[in-house]
């Protein structure tokens, strides 16, 4: 009962931080790939550099195509999927966003800064479903996870 | 001079003199009426070559050929570090019927040189672009392809190789052809078609005086309608618009239309027209019409990788494509054949040396079974199925779409001798596998018969089968989903109950064994396969709820609202078990089984994408637990045999399964890169012989072992918390305490009560939960 009680406090405490607070980066701008994730220096890092000029020549099923192979070649790539997720978020499609943001963050190194920019995507996707507590959540996780960065 | 008037001979007027009699008269009239019929016939001749000259630019003009759609494998990527051994790489040129050649210089050739191989790959369109023709270099070390280079030697990060036609989709009855080029056409082959049909073709205007005097001459001599004399474009003009029968009538309209034609269009047009549209054979309902497609019925491979003799046997096709088949008649078609090659010799296309050369080559006619058009028929069955869901079946039928498949030649060759191999000494069982890639949902591998070359009953698909045990999973993910209730450690009983249905019905589960093990944890049931003790968790967790998690792990088909259930009395066809699957083995994301990634048109012009599209549908966490006790299942339970059998490193789950009487025998498991699910029944309905272990858990381990194999990820989930429990599952305990058993946990389902030895360790995780429970 108390817990429940708690819960509900810290529940509309946190929904009203995140609405107040200032933003964070824009999920679609451009980040550097972590130097860890398996992706670096492979064979399919060439179909993402294709994906990437495809993506910016608005050719959207072509880049898709890109890193579906890649993905094939290196599936144990977080930064693969970000870019799937983030290609799923131009198509507009937040629903297969998400999984893919969610898988990236599943694979995902121990880099903070990085974590919080999938929660971030994670956050973008929720919203444009209209999953609005959803997408509070995930922007508190990105800003905890920015703050521990900060504090690092 | 009045008397000489009236004389009868003064009345003879000159004109009375000069007109004829009546038989004259009779003869002007007939004059005249020939006039009127000549000049009628003139004025239907010309309104009848009017409608022949409207009828010919009618049909050239707005011309589509009837292309069925062609289904593609998917595409062979070659990059350093891939999994591919050398046996594998033979495998798939001799699929894709690559020519040894000592320095691969044409597309679809191949050299060897020192530890390596030169290939000259064909080239294709695909949806990010394709792939040109190009030659790579590549030297294949142990189990993985080591350099890869172009062939000047510089590196090359991924080339693919073409991907291999599986099939086409055509209605019953149907036209099929390849659609060339004039320009993609080998001159040497047209060159010989002149040779051999029609010598004057680039003289002539439509017919050939000299062609139709000796077919004249010829057919006097037999006495009956022995040669046609036809030019190239009156065959056309046969083939187009008219029957294939020899008489006068047809002829004498075939000459003005051949004219006709020749006055509209090029020769470059005629030509091209002609080496398409030629009839060269039957394929059952299917008709092989032109040069594109006889080159790879015949021979299995492009028009411009052919060689004079096969040319040869192409245009000898033409005169009886029945009579001269090669397959049925080699000898005949030989001697066609070698008519063909003397023909071009004595044109000058060949010398001696070179016709003598090809004369003594066999047909090199490839056998009707043994192409890759007819191979995967049952994969090419679920491929016309989905994409029956786009486009309507004419569209499919005549628009020559190109189709992407998911098909991995390489795993479903694997599937189909894996289960033929098993099955040899058992007769009467026959069986399915379907292989998947679980990320992607991409279907693999795709084997509906033991006979996987039989076109009959997809039992992959069409199979509605008890999947026993196989439905324990749900029931055990149901339990988990509810946290606070139940956890993997939680204990449950095995042993004798009953329950009275709404019916009256007395339902009481029985273990394989006719025995009952007592309390037991969740994990043990599930990995033992205990029929009691699951079902009384699943009673425990809700038969509503159980329904629901088998809805949204995929299970389309009604699921009858009984807790029989629980045990696999439910019917699915193995497709729709490995979609249930696969959301297991994706972590509770459900994603659609796919066999198509991309639609082209006949042009190569990306018309679809059928991108991956995963949906989360079970939390993470609990999904994270079942995965956990899968495993458990294959390092503890009844999955055993494949873990001593694979590689240590291997980490794979799964689950077996057997229906009443052993009617049906499953085995459904997965490793992190593929899903495998395999099926062993009767089609009498009869007893196999197998339970789950002792026969699909075989063939299952055996398709594993021969494909490349990431292990799955077993990092927990978030939200997942490795605790130590007491063997009654509601105290936590520590390592080394007294029957105490390490299981992931939900943080809501964290015991808050410890046992005395794992005390110090347990309080923190019980604060720990109580903050974690205000976040979930």
Same mark, same amino acid.
């Given at each position: 009962?108390?817990?429940?009680?708690?819960?509900l406090?810290?529940?509309?405490?946190?929904?009203?931080?995140?609405a107040?607070?200032?933003?964070?980066?824009?999920p679609?701008?451009?980040?550097?790939?972590?130097?860890?994730?398996?992706?670096?220096?492979?064979?399919?890092?060439?179909?993402?550099?294709?994906a990437?000029?495809?993506?910016?020549q608005?050719?959207?099923?072509?880049?898709?195509?890109?890193?579906?192979?890649?993905?094939?070649m290196?599936?144990?790539?977080?930064w693969?999927?970000?870019?799937l997720?983030?290609?799923r978020l131009?198509?507009?499609?937040p629903?297969?966003?998400?999984? *893919?943001?969610?898988?990236?963050?599943?694979?995902a190194?121990?880099?903070p800064?990085?974590?919080?920019?999938?929660? #971030?995507?994670?956050a973008t996707?929720?919203?444009r479903?209209?999953?609005?507590?959803?997408a509070?959540?995930?922007?508190?996780?990105?800003?905890?996870?920015?703050?521990r960065?900060q504090?690092? | 001079?009045?008397?000489?008037?009236?004389s009868p001979?003064?009345?003879?007027?000159?004109?009375?003199?000069?007109?004829?009699?009546?038989?004259?008269?009779?003869?002007?009239?007939w004059?005249?009426?020939l006039?009127?019929l000549?000049?009628v016939?003139?004025?239907?001749?010309?309104?009848?070559?009017?409608?022949l000259d409207a009828?010919?630019?009618?049909r050239?003009?707005n011309?589509?050929?009837?292309?069925?759609a062609r289904?593609?494998?998917?595409?062979?990527?070659?990059?350093?570090?891939r999994? *591919?051994?050398?046996q594998?790489?033979?495998?798939?040129?001799?699929?894709?019927?690559y020519?040894?050649?000592?320095?691969?210089?044409?597309?679809g050739?191949y050299?060897r040189?020192?530890?390596?191989v030169?290939l000259?790959t064909?080239?294709?369109?695909?949806?990010?672009g394709?792939?040109?023709?190009?030659?790579?270099?590549?030297r294949?070390d142990?189990?993985?392809?080591?350099?890869?280079t172009?062939?000047?030697?510089?590196?090359v990060?991924?080339?693919?190789?073409?991907?291999l036609q599986?099939?086409?989709?055509?209605?019953?009855?149907?036209?099929?052809?390849?659609?060339v080029?004039?320009?993609?056409?080998p001159?040497?082959?047209?060159?010989?078609l002149m040779?051999?049909?029609?010598?004057?073709?680039?003289q002539?205007?439509?017919?050939?005086i000299?062609?139709?005097?000796r077919a004249?001459?010829? @057919?006097?001599r037999?006495?009956?309608?022995?040669q046609?004399?036809?030019?190239?474009t009156?065959q056309?003009?046969k @083939?187009?618009?008219?029957?294939?029968?020899?008489?006068?009538?047809?002829?004498?309209?075939e000459i003005?239309m051949?004219?006709l034609?020749?006055l509209?269009?090029?020769?470059?047009?005629?030509l091209?027209?002609y080496?398409?549209?030629v009839?060269?054979g039957?394929d059952?309902?299917?008709?092989?019409?032109g040069m594109?497609?006889?080159?790879?019925?015949?021979?299995?491979?492009?028009?411009?990788?052919?060689?004079?003799?096969q040319?040869a046997?192409?245009?000898?096709?033409?005169?009886?494509?029945?009579?001269?088949?090669?397959?049925?008649?080699p000898?005949r078609?030989r001697?066609?054949?070698?008519?063909?090659?003397?023909?071009?010799?004595?044109?000058?296309?060949?010398?001696?040396?070179?016709?003598?050369?090809?004369?003594?080559?066999?047909?090199?006619?490839?056998?009707?079974?043994?192409?890759?058009?007819?191979a995967?028929?049952?994969f090419i069955?679920?491929?016309r199925r989905?994409?029956?869901?786009d486009y309507p079946?004419?569209i499919?039928?005549?628009?020559?779409?190109?189709?992407?498949?998911t098909?991995?030649?390489?795993?479903?060759?694997?599937?189909?001798?894996?289960?033929?191999?098993?099955?040899?000494p058992?007769?009467?069982?026959n069986?399915?596998?379907?292989?998947?890639?679980?990320?992607?949902g991409d279907?693999?591998?795709?084997?509906g018969?033991?006979?996987?070359?039989?076109?009959?009953?997809?039992?992959?698909l069409?199979? #509605?089968?008890?999947?026993g045990?196989?439905?324990k999973?749900?029931?055990?993910?149901?339990?988990?989903?509810q946290?606070?209730?139940?956890?993997?450690?939680?204990v449950?009983?095995?042993?004798p109950?009953?329950v009275?249905m709404e019916?009256?019905?007395?339902?009481?589960?029985? @273990?394989?064994d006719?025995?009952?093990?007592?309390?037991?944890?969740?994990?043990?049931?599930?990995a033992?396969?205990r029929?009691?003790?699951?079902?009384?968790?699943g009673?425990?967790?809700?038969l509503?709820?159980?329904?629901?998690?088998?809805?949204?792990?995929?299970? !389309?088909s009604?699921?009858?609202?009984?807790?029989?259930?629980?045990?696999g009395s439910?019917?699915?066809?193995?497709?729709e078990?490995a979609?249930?699957?696969?959301t297991?083995a994706?972590g509770?994301?459900?994603?659609p089984?796919?066999?198509?990634?991309d639609v082209?048109?006949r042009?190569?012009?990306?018309?679809?994408?059928?991108?991956?599209?995963?949906?989360?549908?079970?939390?993470p966490?609990?999904?994270y637990?079942?995965?956990?006790?899968l495993?458990q299942?294959m390092t503890?339970?009844?999955?055993?045999?494949a873990v001593?059998q694979?590689?240590?490193k291997?980490?794979?789950?799964?689950?077996?399964?057997?229906?009443?009487?052993?009617?049906?025998?499953w085995?459904?498991?997965?490793?992190?890169?593929h899903?495998?699910?395999?099926w062993?029944?009767?089609?009498?309905?009869?007893?196999?012989?197998?339970?789950?272990?002792?026969?699909?858990?075989?063939?299952?381990?055996?398709?594993?072992?021969?494909l490349p194999?990431?292990?799955?990820?077993?990092?927990?989930?978030a939200?997942v918390?490795l605790?130590?429990?007491?063997?009654d599952?509601?105290?936590?305990?520590?390592?080394?305490c007294?029957?105490?058993?390490?299981?992931?946990?939900i943080a809501?389902?964290?015991?808050? !009560?410890?046992s005395?030895c794992?005390k110090? #360790?347990s309080v923190?995780?019980?604060?720990r939960?109580?903050?974690?429970g205000?976040?979930?």
């Open positions: 009962m108390v817990q429940r009680f708690v819960r406090i810290l529940w509309s405490a946190l929904l009203m931080l995140t107040c607070a200032t933003r964070m980066t824009d679609l701008a451009p980040m550097s790939m972590p130097p860890e994730d398996t992706l670096n220096g492979s064979a399919a890092e060439t179909l993402w550099q294709q990437v000029i495809a993506r910016e608005n050719q959207l099923s072509a880049a898709g195509r890109y890193l579906e192979r890649a993905l094939y290196q599936p144990e790539s977080s693969l999927y970000r870019e997720a983030e290609l131009r198509e507009d499609d629903k297969t966003a998400e999984v *893919m943001a969610q898988r990236a963050l599943r694979l190194p121990k880099r800064a990085y974590q919080a920019a999938l929660w #971030q995507l994670i996707a929720r919203a479903q209209g999953n609005d507590d959803g509070a959540r995930a922007r508190l996780e990105a800003d905890m996870l920015m703050r960065q504090n690092r | 001079m009045s008397a000489s008037r009236k001979v003064k009345k003879k007027s000159p004109s009375r003199k000069a007109s004829p009699g009546p038989s004259a008269a009779a003869g002007i009239r004059r005249r009426l006039w009127q000549l000049l016939g003139l004025v239907i001749s010309l309104l009848g070559l009017a409608w009828r010919i630019r009618q050239f003009d011309h589509q050929w009837q292309l069925p289904v593609y494998a998917r595409p062979v990527e070659l990059y350093s570090g999994e *591919m051994t050398a594998n790489l033979d495998q798939l040129l001799s699929l894709l019927r020519r040894l050649d000592s320095a691969a210089r044409e597309p050739s050299a040189f020192d530890g390596g030169l000259h064909r080239g294709f369109r695909d949806s990010d394709g792939e040109p023709a190009q030659q790579v270099r590549l294949i142990g189990p993985r392809i080591g350099k890869l172009d062939g000047s030697g510089r590196p990060p991924v080339a693919r190789l073409e991907p599986i099939g086409s989709i055509h209605p019953g009855h149907s036209e099929d052809r390849v659609l080029r004039l320009e993609e056409v001159p040497l082959l047209v060159h010989m040779a051999t049909e029609d010598r004057s073709f680039h002539h205007h439509g017919i050939s000299r062609g139709l005097m004249v001459f010829a @057919n006097l037999a006495g009956e309608m022995e046609g004399g036809s030019t190239l009156q056309l003009v @083939n187009f618009w008219l029957t294939r029968e020899r008489t006068l009538s047809r002829k004498l309209v003005p051949a004219l034609l020749e509209h269009y090029s020769k470059a047009q005629i091209e027209t080496l398409n549209e009839y060269l039957q059952g309902g299917r008709a092989i019409h594109g497609l006889g080159a790879q019925f015949y021979f299995g491979r492009p028009l411009a990788e052919l060689e004079p003799h040319f046997m192409l245009i000898g096709l033409l005169k009886g494509p029945s009579y001269y088949d090669p397959r049925r008649h000898e078609a001697q066609r054949r070698d008519t063909v090659l003397q023909a071009a010799a004595s044109q000058g296309l060949l010398d001696d040396k070179v016709l003598s050369h090809f004369r003594n080559k066999p047909l090199d006619v490839v056998p009707k079974g043994g192409s890759a058009l007819y995967f028929p049952h069955d679920l491929v989905q994409l029956g869901r079946p004419h499919l039928a005549s628009e020559g779409l190109i189709i992407h498949s098909l991995d030649v390489l795993a479903q060759l694997v599937a189909e001798q894996k289960l033929g191999e098993f099955l040899v058992h007769k009467e069982v069986g399915a596998v379907i292989i998947t890639a679980p990320d992607q279907v693999l591998a795709l084997v018969d033991k006979s996987p070359r039989s076109a009959g009953f997809n039992r992959a069409d199979a #509605q089968r008890p999947i045990s196989l439905a999973p749900a029931v055990v993910l149901a339990a988990l989903q946290p606070a209730k139940f956890h993997l450690g939680s449950v009983t095995d042993g109950f009953q009275r019916d009256g019905q007395i339902w009481q589960p029985r @273990n394989f006719n025995q009952s093990l007592g309390a037991m944890s969740v994990t043990d049931a599930l033992q396969s029929n009691q003790a699951i079902a009384r968790l009673l425990d967790a809700g509503g709820e159980v329904i629901q998690t088998f809805q949204k792990l995929g299970v !389309q009604r699921i009858p609202p009984y807790p029989s259930i629980f045990l439910l019917s699915l066809s193995p497709f078990t979609v249930m699957y696969q297991i994706t509770g994301q459900r994603t089984l796919r066999s198509i990634t082209l048109d042009h190569g012009q990306p018309l679809a994408r059928y991108p991956v599209r995963p949906e989360q549908v079970i939390d966490a609990p999904a637990l079942l995965q956990w006790a495993r299942t503890q339970g009844t999955g055993r045999y001593a694979l590689p240590e291997l980490v794979v789950a799964g689950k077996t399964g057997t229906s009443d009487g052993q009617r049906d025998a085995f459904a498991g997965f490793s992190g890169s899903l495998a699910l395999v062993l029944g009767r089609d009498d309905n009869g007893d196999t012989g197998f339970t789950g272990s002792s026969g699909p858990l075989r063939i299952w381990t055996s398709i594993m072992a021969a194999q990431r292990p799955m990820r077993l990092a927990p989930a939200g918390e605790v130590w429990l007491d063997p599952g509601k105290r936590l305990s520590g390592r080394g007294d029957g105490a058993r390490e299981y992931p946990l809501a389902s964290i015991p808050l !009560q410890s005395a794992g110090v #360790q923190p995780g019980g604060i939960k109580w903050f974690k205000l976040f979930d």
